[in-house]
């Protein structure tokens, strides 16, 4: 893949699929970390500042990851990382490499995929990762008010109001049931 114009007009997900199916079957049948329940994915992946950017799910990991585009993704050095301004903030990336993809970006997003029960969750999840990373953050001090709802809404209210990371956030850890990283 080395024609940007050709990069571009093709959407990457078929081929990051088949790179990590066999990575899979390659390296990873067996290991104790795999989720039985999951396959490889990839999920939403649009254009995104000349990359495509998207969630790819594993058996053993969900990545957010940039790959190239109308531009190239930009190469890193072993061990070096680069930041990424979303509107929900800023996230870092580490490079990669693979033959038939090139140098790619990845963001870690969830390690082991332990708490999904099936392949339905797991995109639901990389699905809203991928909206909240468009969701400007607003760090207001909320109104005081003078009665709090009951139910599940004020469950909400209270989850988001507390403090919480990035990460948090982007796994929808303010939701019903899910719990924030310690």
């Known amino acids: ?21 066999k990575i899979h079957l ?5 290991l104790p970390i795999l989720n039985p329940d999951l396959q490889v994915e990839a999920v939403g992946f649009k254009p995104y500042d000349g990359l495509w950017l998207g969630v790819l ?17 930009p190469v890193l050095g072993e061990g070096k990382n680069q930041s990424w301004i979303f509107p929900a903030g800023s996230l870092k ?8 993809l090139g140098s790619y970006q990845a963001s870690s997003l969830i390690s082991p995929m332990r708490e999904f029960a099936n392949q339905d969750e ?24 003078k009665t709090q709802p009951d139910g599940p ?15 948090d956030f982007l796994r929808g850890s303010f939701l019903p049931g899910r719990q924030r990283e310690t």
């Open 153 to 167: 809404l004020s469950e909400i209210q209270a989850a988001v109001s507390a403090p919480m990371s990035k990460r």
């Open 122 to 145: 797991a995109r639901a999840a990389a699905k809203t990762i991928l909206e909240n990373l468009f969701v400007e953050v607003v760090n207001a001090e909320p109104e005081p008010t």
């Open 26 to 30: 390659e390296h990873m049948l067996g």
């Open 93 to 100: 990336f580490y490079g990669g490499f693979e033959t038939d």
């Open 1 to 21: 893949m080395k024609n940007s114009d050709s990069i571009a007009a093709v959407h990457p997900g078929n081929l990051l699929e088949k790179v990590y199916r």
């Open 57 to 73: 799910i594993t058996p053993w990991f969900m990545d957010l990851m940039l790959l190239s585009g109308t531009e190239n993704c």
